[in-house]
């Protein structure tokens, strides 16, 4: 599955014990390199789809979706807001709301696009990792090492993007039998503004932090997605400057399963979310 912001990736750890690194002939950025080179590969080569719930914490109102994917795009199905299941009245809205979707071409194509392009930006930031930020072992557990990493002095930032992502200073978490990344978190350490403010800023102290795990054998996805970024320079159409998601219960779904299929999926599931114990 598509990874959507590969720049925020984590997964709850044990504490880390100082210690050697399991590859202390590798040099750190070297095992950087790896892990990310494997990353792009198992991500061009994933081509599966899946259906899971997203609890949306921030932005208020809290709640709760199914995501259904597909190959002409996602449905995203409202299952609940505050912890109440919808109305009936809620229900009938959605539902309409799910059904034009479905029968509009034009939507489609638009959030297709948008995710497109998030992907790109993603994965452009994901390959610059390894030059853009110098990385330092900091302990292992297991099949995961931590490093901690700060901006390379010698790398050159070509976007508006790169230029905020290498401002941070931060952590990976990766494992080394697997060569995944499992975690990655940054604190924007100065403030940035674009032509002197007029295009934007972001103050200090913004950061992200995103977990995923391996949902299937050779399967990862993002399990939580947090972004707390001040400002007003926003470079991501399905990210927000101030999102609290987390991602779990999730299920296979055929490749071939069209809009209208996943639509029913969708309807289905949620019914059983509604219900104590369903989902």
Same mark, same amino acid.
Not at 51 to 68: D, E, F, L, S
Not at 147 to 172: I, Q, R, W
């Given at each position: 599955? @598509?990874?959507? %912001? ?29 892990? +990310? ?14 259906? &899971? ?11 709760? !979706? ?8 996602? +449905?995203? &199905?409202? $299952? =609940? ?17 799910? !059904? ?36 330092? &072992? ?24 790169? &230029? ?28 940035? =503004? ?8 972001? $103050? ?7 977990? @995923? ?8 996805? +993002? ?11 926003? %470079? ?7 999102? $609290? ?35």
């Amino acid at each position: 599955m @598509r990874v959507a %912001f590969l720049i925020s990736l984590l997964l709850p750890i044990a504490t880390l014990t100082a210690q050697a690194p399991s590859t202390p002939s590798l040099a750190p950025n070297d095992l950087v390199r790896r892990v +990310i080179t494997n990353e792009i590969k198992a991500d061009n080569d994933d081509h599966s789809h899946w259906m &899971y719930q997203v609890q949306i914490n921030v932005p208020a109102p809290k709640k709760t !979706q199914t995501i259904v994917e597909t190959q002409k795009g996602n +449905i995203d &199905y409202l $299952d =609940e807001i505050d912890g109440r299941p919808l109305t009936p009245q809620q229900k009938s809205a959605e539902d309409r709301r799910i !059904q034009r979707f479905v029968s509009d071409p034009d939507q489609q194509r638009k959030a297709r696009k948008s995710n497109e392009a998030d992907d790109k930006k993603s994965a452009e930031l994901f390959a610059m990792l390894p030059d853009a930020f110098i990385f330092q &072992y900091a302990g292992a557990t297991g099949d995961n090492m931590k490093l901690t990493f700060h901006p390379n002095p010698d790398f050159t930032s070509h976007s508006a993007e790169s &230029y905020v992502f290498h401002k941070m200073d931060g952590f990976v978490i990766v494992n080394t039998k697997e060569n995944r990344l499992v975690e990655i978190s940054g604190t924007l350490t100065h403030g940035v =503004e674009f032509a002197g403010g007029l295009f934007g800023h972001l $103050d200090a102290g913004g950061a992200f932090d995103v977990r @995923r795990e391996e949902i299937a054998p050779g399967n990862w996805a +993002i399990t939580k997605l947090k972004v707390n970024m001040k400002g007003k320079a926003l %470079f991501f159409k399905t990210i927000g400057s101030q999102q $609290d998601e987390i991602h779990s219960h999730f299920q296979r779904v055929p490749d071939s399963t069209t809009l209208a299929q996943a639509e029913d999926l969708a309807q289905k599931k949620s019914g059983e979310a509604a219900i104590p114990g369903g989902m």
